[in-house]
């Protein structure tokens, strides 16, 4: 810019500081009339707009007059006006369209200003009207920032406001009506079940699975809350017309990490019970599996994680005799024991599984039963080493180290 150029645009922009009462007038009114969100019973006072306007017009005019203030001052009308605006639910774009509005008539303003003068006054100003623009942008960047920081604290806010909800359900509180219905409206919940609580494990480290489970939940159209605690992803999930296993069949298309769902719900109060048997549900998931599982199909597993210290006790008065065995014959028996159930105790079916012989199957099975004093057949004893079978699994630091004795007269058992 040249000094004969920078000269002019000085003594242009003053003079039109001092049409500044009129220029905002007819600023607001253009705004009004184009603006929807600016009319009358928005979400801005004519007044706070009127003012809004006169500042952010005499902060652009005065620096283009001169002024010189330091970076942060010079834009803190804008930054002002864009955090008022985020404030106000105003959209962003709604912002920028007034200010582009606003930057029309003030550049025609300086344009009439230097209308009628001299050639040499009128050329000189058409060499920087680009300067008069990109001081225009200059602010419109500060209200950007502005409005940008003011969203983001009030999302943080919301956020915090949300997960101080979902704890307060968590913690019980959701048998207080009005705190129900305010804690529904506030996590975007439906104000009606079922709902059903999802609990998710997740690496810290791994970012992209702080968001798996609520993703594939998005996916399929389920509306939910999240909160997370520690290494879990805790999801409040409205059902809908759905089901529990429709539900699952959507977690398990790209499942991360252990995924736990409780039974469904309907009343709020019902949410720490929810969370509990969710949270149990994923204990019964070896660590390092990627699996969905529900507690209404862990009820076994369940038990024992419930009560960790009788499942141990139950597992040694059942299995502890074999740990007396060297490691290899032990481990034989307990994978013998383990696949006999699982093939419906069936001999026949266990020796196609473990590649041996039916007969072989009936000898381990009979020396598990010599060892311990129990039978098979005994539907107690049946119970006791199934159970104890998945304490194994589920809490490996149970291992039984005691011989138990035979209970209720049980005696060796029968070939």
Known sequence: MSADSSVVLRAVATRVLDQLPGLSSEIVRMIVVQEPTYQAGGAVPLELLTQSVAANVRMVLESLAGVERPEDEELSVARTTGRRRAQQGVPLEAVLRAYRLATELVLSAMLAEVRGRPYEELAAFLEVTSAVMKEMDHHSEGVVDGYRRAEAELQRRDAQR??????????????????????????????????????????????????????????????????????????????????????????????????????????????????????????????????????????????????????????????????????????????????????????????????????????????????????????????????????LTLLPGSQPVARPAPVNGAGPARS
């Open 162 to 391: 949300q997960q101080a909800t979902f704890d307060a359900l968590l913690e019980g509180r959701g048998a207080d009506s009005d705190l129900a219905d305010e804690a529904l409206t506030t996590l975007g919940l439906p104000p009606r079940g079922p709902y059903a609580i999802v609990v998710a494990t997740f690496d810290i480290a791994a970012q992209h699975t702080l968001s798996a489970t609520r993703d594939a939940c998005a996916a399929y159209s389920y509306t939910a809350a999240w909160r997370i605690r520690g290494d879990r992803e805790i999801g409040m999930v409205a059902l809908g017309n759905s089901t529990v296993p429709r539900l699952m069949s959507a977690l398990r298309r790209n499942p991360v990490g252990r995924i736990g769902v409780s039974d469904p719900f309907d009343a709020l109060h019902e949410i720490p019970e929810a969370f509990r048997s969710a949270e149990i549900a994923v204990q019964t998931i070896a660590r390092g599996s990627t699996e969905v599982a529900w507690i209404a199909e862990r009820l076994p597993e369940a038990l024992v994680i419930s009560s960790p210290a009788l499942a141990a006790r139950l597992a040694e008065r059942a299995l502890g005799p074999l740990f007396d065995l060297p490691d290899d014959e032990r481990d034989m028996l307990l994978r013998t024991l383990a696949v006999w159930y699982d093939s419906g105790r069936s001999a026949a079916r266990s020796a196609q599984r473990l590649y041996c012989h039916r007969n072989t199957i009936l000898n381990r099975l009979r020396r598990i039963e010599n060892l311990s004093g129990w039978s098979l057949e005994d539907h107690r004893f049946l119970l006791a080493s199934y159970l104890g079978l998945l304490t």
